[in-house]
T-cell receptor, first 109, second 113 residues
Framework: QQPVQSPQAVILREGEDAVINCSSSKALYSVHWYRQKHGEAPVFLMILLKGGEQKGHEKISASFNEKKQQSSLYLTASQLSYSGTYFCGTAQGAQKLVFGQGTRLTINP | DTAVSQTPKYLVTQMGNDKSIKCEQNLGHDTMYWYKQDSKKFLKIMFSYNNKELIINETVPNRFSPKSPDKAHLNLHINSLELGDSAVYFC????????????FGPGTRLTVT
């Protein structure tokens, strides 16, 4: 079952912060985050493997709340290069990754 | 060096034709995938192979047939192409299946007219 991302789209000015949420009606074993720039392939950002885990990558970090079956991606002091569509992917079973519908992030100067 | 490569990058063809897309990874990964991304950007898994063995076969029409001649290659053959097959097809690989980072190829934009 596909995880649900919110919001569907965000427009920010450079330097502002954003939060993207990913929630599932099924138990989550792990959560992956990817970013896809226009016309390019998705690129891996980070994976969270257990509840309570938090990770960071430059000014992008994420948390995983296993009980609530959700994950959030935090973008701090956004840069123009952060623009793109962000996807969360949830591992369902041992083998399959199911992606959310994506959140389009636009950063304006 | 390109980690995951796909050919061709663009494919324009008519309804009813048969076409193939090729994928190669030089990362030494055991698992490879095919995804379809439609016009609404929805990224959906189609197939996955682990060490040449099919492990995921989602509900896709049987006009789509993947083949993995070795663990570094995964091809996708599509018979009797339909308008609805128009999409971007991404190949990806990971060190093993499931909870591992996936590396995506550049994508093949298929347009069926």
């Amino acid at each position: 079952q596909q995880p649900v991302q919110s919001p569907q789209a965000v427009i920010l000015r450079e330097g502002e912060d954003a939060v993207i949420n990913c929630s599932s009606s099924k138990a989550l074993y792990s959560v992956h985050w990817y970013r896809q720039k226009h016309g390019e392939a998705p690129v891996f950002l980070m994976i969270l493997l257990k509840g309570g885990e938090q990770k960071g990558h430059e000014k992008i970090s994420a948390s995983f709340n296993e009980k609530k079956q959700q994950s959030s991606l935090y973008l701090t002091a956004s840069q123009l290069s952060y623009s793109g569509t962000y996807f969360c992917g949830t591992a369902q079973g041992a083998q399959k990754l199911v992606f959310g519908q994506g959140t389009r992030l636009t950063i304006n100067p | 060096d390109t980690a995951v490569s796909q050919t061709p990058k663009y494919l324009v063809t008519q309804m009813g034709n048969d076409k193939s897309i090729k994928c190669e990874q030089n990362l030494g990964h055991d698992t490879m995938y095919w995804y379809k991304q439609d016009s609404k950007k929805f990224l959906k898994i189609m197939f996955s192979y682990n060490n040449k063995e099919l492990i995921i076969n989602e509900t896709v029409p049987n006009r789509f047939s993947p083949k993995s001649p070795d663990k570094a290659h995964l091809n996708l053959h599509i018979n009797s192409l339909e308008l609805g097959d128009s999409a971007v097809y991404f190949c990806a690989s990971s060190i093993a299946s499931g909870r591992y980072e996936q590396y995506f190829g550049p994508g093949t934009r298929l347009t069926v007219t």
